[in-house]
């Protein structure tokens, strides 16, 4: 399959159109059905799903218009095996950091990626100096950046049926190392997609009893810092 | 207007539903049409719509469950004004920092601070200390919960054909300070959000000549970083 086909920069243009109450709802639904996943039913994501995909990441906002997302699709099977050793010495690593009450969370099955159709790296590129927008929050407001085409992505997937885990258990130079990252990359995430069997109906580190959903009122005040 | 009065940490359950192909269709228009607006026509958001969306932004995936976002309304005068202030100066140092090509950008409306109805100050919260999942990257991972939750909003506002910008022109302690945030708290967003006339048909740095948006290719690649 070939991503490189398209010689459009601008494929889905906007038409500036209006949305109904009926399709903000559904946008909502798809919202609060994200879920994170970890537990993947193999199977593939067909090609056309995937450029889909991968076309909402490149909507997002950038500051600086920069645009500072870079996707690398695992196809080989030797390399998913290297990007699974670096993420299990990592939970051990992490295990090791934890106490112990939390450290019985690392038996849960934390990633999904020995068994998800598909697996994405996401990688922050070099930075390209750009200053607007971002002369006091360099690495920050280009991080964000990715994150929103990771978020896009995530509700993109979740619209399609196809679950999402985004796994942060790495370390990132190693990563960076097995895909060719030049000086100044640094890899984000590894993003497990593919079918499910079924979405959680929380959070499943909710679900497990790692920590609670917080009140909203506990995020959320005005003209002060929520106390 | 109070968000406090919702006793629900859970008030809009996931019920694992499926989308039809007609649904996901509308989840990639508004991904497709959303902008980072700097244009706004003031007027306001009403209450119910503003909650549905900062819901939407509580709604987003975690490191760890962290939930690191925090969100201060800003509903006095002053207070907008104050913030307005440190905005101008920051844009001022921006311009001081930029060859002067690049700086006639800074005479273009790059923030709607001033005519947007709401203005919401997204913070990153205090680390809590969690390990699991940002060992290797603390802060990263924090930030790119936080802006997940501020895609969500983005999203949720463009559903609701609200327009909402990012605004990143402020130093982060001065914010901190003028929002009486805890230590170690830093804000990372100015958002302005509300009625626009008209949303922009492609990014207003593109439209203006800033930059381009990237080829596809350019952002994605197979086993290896994109060259």
Redesign the interface.
Known sequence: MG??G??H??P????????TQE??E???????????MRHFSGGEVAPEILQ?I???A????S?????P????????AD?REQLIALVEE?KE??SD??DER?AE?MRLK?EGIRDCAELIAV?LAPDDGT???????PE??A??????A???M???A????LGMG?V?????ADVANL????EG??P??LLCLGPVK??????M??KEG????????T????????T
């Not at 997302?69 to 080989?76: G, Q």
């Open positions: 991503f490189s398209n010689p920069p601008n889905l243009p906007s038409k500036g159109e209006q949305f399709e903000s559904i946008v909502y639904r798809v919202i609060h059905a994200r879920r994170d889909r991968l076309e909402a490149h909507a997002a906002p500051v600086g218009y920069m645009q997302w870079r996707f690398v699709r695992i196809t080989k390399l990592e690593k992490t950091a934890m939390k969370f934390i990688v200053v607007f927008g971002r002369r006091t929050m920050e407001m991080l964000c950046s990715v994150s929103c990771i978020e896009n995530w509700l993109a979740r619209a399609e049926n985004w942060s258990f790495f370390e990132p895909l060719n990252c030049p990359a640094k984000i995430a079924a979405f959680y109906d929380k959070p580190l909710e790692w920590r609670e959903r917080k009140f909203i009122s995020v959320l005040a005005e003209d002060s810092y929520p």
